[in-house]
């Protein structure tokens, strides 16, 4: 075993530097952000899982799908209720999906119904994440990915459905490895698709997610008055992101917005972004090289382009990753029909049924 840890080690290495070097040379010359919606995880517009995953068609069917909603009060654990959507409630075998980027179930919800109509023995279980779309605001003391890890966490224990299988979409990803390498008796099967990592991916998501925030140069242009910094959560309410949080939540969840202190929020901006900031010399965000090599439960990376155009979810971070992670394997299904032929088998064969 010393051998062949030995041995993984060094090719972690040597795919580690390729990985870092395709995030520094891959970016597609002209391409833009064409979408303005600020929950999307960046990027994606330019790759064909953009209409797979956000506001995806919904197929023949799909609108049939029986969905029930809850508020799931996670307290006295943590302190945060979050919003779940779940489609076919009898189904036996249970998959949390965890949106990307800041996006919640409004963007994802077509993605989880057409995933429920062609598997109507899976629980499709999805998730808004504290701070995004109808789960309440919570600040908590660690960076957001943690945070948003231990919610996952309590939230498999709440609806008893361990060992599930879990499915994150890029920065989804990130909480669902955290409760592969904390609680591995909560996940039957991981599914990371895609994959985020490596330095151009940590450096833009770090500021576009939460240091931007700190930046009075970034906040003179979404401030309520120009050149004013960001001081009250007033001022946050008139920012892109948390205008829209704002508008889509309840007025409970807004009036909890409203009593929080800008100063935990800012801290929490800091802590989240140097937290990612960190991981720019290691495959994945969020994880270390030794928390991926260490995890135990099967696992399957799923890249829906086969070339080098995505800075943030590049294809040599996910083959870097798949040959750390011990039990995994990582595929190149474009569109919905082959992620559905990987994904299905996959989940039936790791994730036992539950009545």
């Known amino acids: 075993m010393k051998r062949f840890a030995r041995f993984g080690l060094g090719l972690k290495a040597l795919l580690l530097s390729l990985s870092l070097l395709a995030c520094h040379s891959t970016s597609t010359p002209g391409a833009q952000e064409t979408d303005e919606d600020l929950t999307l995880f960046r990027g994606a517009n330019n790759n064909s899982y953009y209409a797979l995953y956000f506001r995806a068609p919904l197929v023949p069917g799909a609108e049939r799908v029986a969905m029930e909603t809850f508020e799931v009060d996670l307290r006295p654990e943590r302190d945060v ?70 919610d996952l966490h309590v939230l498999i224990e709440r609806l008893g459905v361990a060992p599930a299988a879990l499915y994150g979409m890029s920065s989804g990803g990130r909480p669902s490895m955290i409760v592969a390498d904390r609680y591995p008796d909560d996940v039957a099967a991981l599914v990371i698709a895609p994959l985020t990592g490596g330095p151009v991916a940590a450096a833009r998501l770090s500021e576009e997610y939460y240091l931007k925030y700190l930046s009075d140069v970034q906040l003179t242009t979404m401030s309520p008055v120009d050149g004013l910094p960001l001081e009250s959560m007033e001022a946050l309410a008139e920012t892109p992101l948390w205008s829209a949080y704002l508008e889509r939540n309840s007025k409970n969840n807004r009036a909890r917005f409203f009593a929080q202190d800008i100063d935990a929020f800012l801290a929490a901006m800091r802590r989240s972004g140097e937290f990612l900031r960190g991981y720019r010399h290691r495959v994945a965000l969020g994880m270390t090289n030794e928390e991926l090599a260490g995890l135990s439960v099967p696992a399957t990376l799923l890249l829906h382009h086969g070339n080098e155009t995505d800075d943030i979810h590049p294809k040599t971070i996910s083959l870097a990753a798949s040959a750390l992670i011990p039990n995994s394997k990582l595929a190149f299904p474009p569109h919905r029909p082959e992620v559905l032929e990987v994904l299905l088998p996959f989940i039936r064969e790791h994730t036992p049924a539950r009545r």
Do not use: Q, Y
Not at 115 to 139: H, Q, T
């Open 81 to 150: 209720t979050v919003h779940v959507e779940v489609f076919n409630p009898d189904g036996m075998i249970p998959l949390l999906i965890t949106p990307g980027g800041m996006g919640d179930c409004d963007g994802f919800r077509g993605f989880a119904r057409n995933v429920a109509v062609a598997a109507p023995d899976l629980k499709v279980i999805l998730w808004d994440r504290r701070n995004v779309g109808r789960s309440e605001v919570a600040f908590g003391t660690e960076p957001w990915s943690i945070e948003e890890g231990e």
